[in-house]
């Protein structure tokens, strides 16, 4: 599902402060992992997409080709000092719902519970300004006290962490909306996690993954 996205007024705020892979694999999690699929016409008759998907098998094959966070990463997620930015924060993302994205870099978000949500991601850098608009559809309704909160990563040796704010709720899913002065390209995956309002600030329950390309 691809949606084009246009500018709001800015609420800024200052926040604690992703890596070309394999082209055509994000897809295939994105679609098998987070929207489902199908074999064949005669699996189809027999079969439902849960009975037909291993989800398991494809999330580790991703996981093994990087695309989506190995443990040890989860875990440094947590201990792991939140780099600071100013940034703008968009509780307002209805002017962008239809901002047109074509050559920015995009990365395909798969559920790595296993569910069925998806979601596709855009970042750009231009004129001065980082840019990130990401979708995501069929996510469960957090219960009461708990947010969806989208995160920037830099994977490798120096390894870093900036939180891009709550998701917001539209009438289509959810969107996560973040600019800044910095240039953040080489924050070149994204998570979003499910948070409790604890006054946590590091990263709890991982939902959707993804690394731009």
Same mark, same amino acid.
């Given at each position: 599902? !691809?949606? *084009?996205?246009? +500018?709001?007024?800015?609420?800024? &705020?200052?926040?604690?402060? @992703?890596?070309? %892979? !394999?082209? *055509?694999?994000? +897809?295939?999690?994105?679609?098998? &992992?987070?929207?489902?699929? @199908?074999?064949? %016409? ?172």
């Amino acid at each position: 599902m !691809i949606f *084009f996205l246009s +500018l709001p007024q800015k609420t800024y &705020v200052i926040l604690p402060i @992703v890596m070309k %892979k !394999i082209v *055509f694999f994000p +897809l295939i999690v994105l679609l098998l &992992v987070g929207g489902g699929c @199908v074999k064949d %016409k005669e699996t189809l008759s027999t079969q439902t997409p849960s009975d037909v998907i291993d989800r398991g098998s494809i999330l580790i094959q991703a996981k093994e080709n990087g695309l989506i966070m190995k443990d040890e990463e989860i875990a440094q997620m947590k201990v792991q000092p939140l780099e600071t930015d100013v940034g703008v924060i968009f509780t307002d993302v209805s002017d962008y719902e239809e901002m047109i994205v074509k050559g920015w870099n995009s990365a395909a978000l798969a559920d790595v519970t296993g569910g069925d949500s998806f979601g596709l991601a855009y970042a750009n850098f231009s004129n001065e300004t980082y840019t990130i608009i990401t979708k995501m559809g069929n996510l469960p309704e957090p219960a009461q006290g708990y947010f969806y909160e989208g995160w920037l990563i830099r994977r490798g040796d120096s390894f870093s962490v900036l939180s891009i704010g709550h998701a917001v709720k539209t009438e289509k899913g959810y969107m996560n909306v973040y600019q800044s002065p910095t240039d953040l390209s080489d924050h070149a995956f994204y998570v979003l996690t499910l948070e409790a309002e604890n006054g946590n600030a590091t990263a709890d329950e991982h939902i959707l993954e993804g690394s731009f390309r």
